[in-house]
C-alpha cells in the first residue's frame, strides 16, 4: 500500500502518453482523466492500457473531476488537459477559457476538498510571454498573452499560484516551452513538417502549405520535459519553473532540417513549401526563447535531445509511418 499514486488529466495526449510510460516506470499507480467519445480509441496509451487506470471525466465538469479524484486519491496530479492548440483558440475562445482556465479552478477547488496534501503541476506555457521585447524569456519575465489560449493560461498560471499562497497548497507551474516528439498532433507545425515531408517521399502529395515561416520557437523533445514536471514534484517546496532548451530555431530552419534528415538537397526544398493565408493568425507570437538557467541550478534538469536530434526522430517516425525508406 505504500505505492504511489498519480492522476494525470489529458493522459491520451502527447505529454501524457510520456509522463504515464516514465511513471509506470518508476513504480507508480496511474490514473488518467478522459473524456467520453462516440468511439473510444487511445492511440498514445493503447499500448497502456492493462496498467493504467481510466476515469471517465472532463475538465468542463466539476463532479466528474470530483468523482475522479476520490477514486485516484492521489498523491501526485498532473494536469496535463488542455484545449492545446493556439490556432483552435481563436475560434473556440470559450471553449478554451472553460478547460484551460475554469478547468484548474475546478480541479483545484476539488483538490482543496478531497485530497489538499496532494502535489499539483500545472502545464502551463511559453505562451505567456506573447511578443515579449525580452529575450531569453526567465521566470520573472512579465505576461503579455497574445491569443485566447495563452489567456487562458494566464488565468490558470495564477490561479495555482494564489491557491499555492491562500491555501499553502502544493502546486506548481512549469512555464513549458514548446516540446515535440513523434506523438505531437499532425495540426502542431513541426508534425505538420514533418508528416508532409514523409507523404512528399511517398509521392502522395508535392507540397506542404504553411503560414508563418519566420515564427522562431525554442523546441524540445516531450519524452525529456516529463522528468522535469515529475521533478517539480518531488522537491519539498512547490516552485514554478521555465522548462526550455536556451536554444531557438525558426520554423524556415525546421523545414530545412526535415527535408534534409530526409535525404533531400538544400536547393530542392523550396518546391515544397507553398505559403497559404489560411495558416496565418489572427496575432502570432514571433520570437519565444527560454531561459532555463533556474531549472538547471534548482533541479538539475537539463534537455537532453539537440534540435537535429528531435527532428530525426519525427522524420524516421513519420517516414517509418508511411512505410518508405529514406
Ligand atoms: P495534447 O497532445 O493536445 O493533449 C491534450 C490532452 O488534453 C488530451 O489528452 C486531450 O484529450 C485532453 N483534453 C482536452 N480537452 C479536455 C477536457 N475538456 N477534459 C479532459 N481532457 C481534455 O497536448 P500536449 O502537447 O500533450 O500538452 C500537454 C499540456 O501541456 C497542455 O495543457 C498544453 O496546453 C501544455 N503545453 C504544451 C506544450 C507543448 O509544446 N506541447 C507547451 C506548453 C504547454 P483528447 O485525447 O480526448 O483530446
Ligand atoms: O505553431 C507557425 C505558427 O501550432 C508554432 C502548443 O503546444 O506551443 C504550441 O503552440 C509556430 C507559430 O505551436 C504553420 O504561426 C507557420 O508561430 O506548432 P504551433 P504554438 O502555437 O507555438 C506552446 C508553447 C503551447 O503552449 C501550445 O499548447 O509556427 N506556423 N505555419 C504554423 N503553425 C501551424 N500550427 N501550422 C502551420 O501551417
Keep these: ?65 470530483y468523482k475522479a479524484l476520490n477514486e485516484a486519491m492521489p498523491h501526485e496530479i498532473y494536469n496535463l488537459a488542455a484545449q492545446s492548440f493556439v490556432g483552435t483558440s481563436w475560434k473556440q475562445p470559450e471553449l478554451t477559457a472553460n478547460v484551460n482556465g475554469l478547468g484548474v479552478a475546478r480541479l483545484l477547488e476539488n483538490v482543496r476538498n478531497i485530497c489538499p496534501s496532494a502535489k499539483v503541476f500545472q502545464a502551463s506555457t511559453s505562451e505567456l510571454y506573447g511578443n515579449t521585447t525580452v529575450m531569453p524569456q526567465h521566470e520573472c519575465t512579465p505576461f503579455q498573452p497574445r491569443s485566447p489560449y495563452g489567456i487562458s493560461k494566464l488565468y490558470a498560471y495564477w490561479m495555482v499560484v494564489n491557491y499555492r499562497e491562500s491555501y499553502n497548497m502544493f502546486c506548481c507551474n512549469g512555464i513549458t516551452f514548446n516540446h515535440e516528439s513523434e506523438r505531437r498532433g499532425i495540426e502542431f507545425v513541426t508534425r505538420k513538417i514533418t508528416h508532409g515531408v514523409a507523404e512528399i517521399v511517398a509521392r502522395k502529395r508535392n507540397k506542404i502549405l504553411l503560414g508563418n515561416t519566420q515564427a522562431k520557437r525554442d523546441w524540445g523533445y516531450s519524452k525529456d520535459y516529463v522528468e522535469a514536471f515529475w521533478l517539480m514534484l518531488q522537491q519539498d517546496e512547490p516552485v514554478d519553473y521555465v522548462v526550455a532548451t536556451g536554444e531557438q530555431h525558426s520554423v524556415q530552419d525546421f523545414i530545412d532540417e526535415a527535408f534534409k534528415q530526409a535525404g533531400f538537397d538544400k536547393e530542392d526544398v523550396a518546391y515544397h513549401i507553398g505559403i497559404d493565408e489560411r495558416y496565418y493568425r489572427p496575432a502570432d507570437v514571433n520570437y519565444l526563447l527560454g531561459d532555463p538557467s533556474k531549472i538547471e541550478r534548482g533541479l538539475g534538469w537539463k534537455a537532453k535531445t539537440k534540435f537535429s536530434e528531435l527532428v530525426k526522430i519525427m522524420v524516421d517516425s513519420d517516414l517509418k509511418l508511411m512505410g518508405v525508406n529514406k
Excluded: C, W
Design 1 to 65: 500500500m505504500n505505492e504511489k499514486r498519480a492522476f494525470i488529466t489529458g493522459i491520451s495526449g502527447q505529454d501524457g502518453s510520456f509522463l504515464a510510460e516514465f511513471l509506470l516506470e518508476k513504480g507508480y499507480k496511474v490514473f488518467g482523466l478522459v473524456r467520453r467519445m462516440s468511439n473510444p480509441s487511445f492511440p498514445l496509451i493503447d499500448h497502456l492500457l492493462d496498467k493504467v487506470t481510466l476515469i471517465d471525466g472532463d475538465m468542463t465538469d466539476s463532479h466528474s473531476i
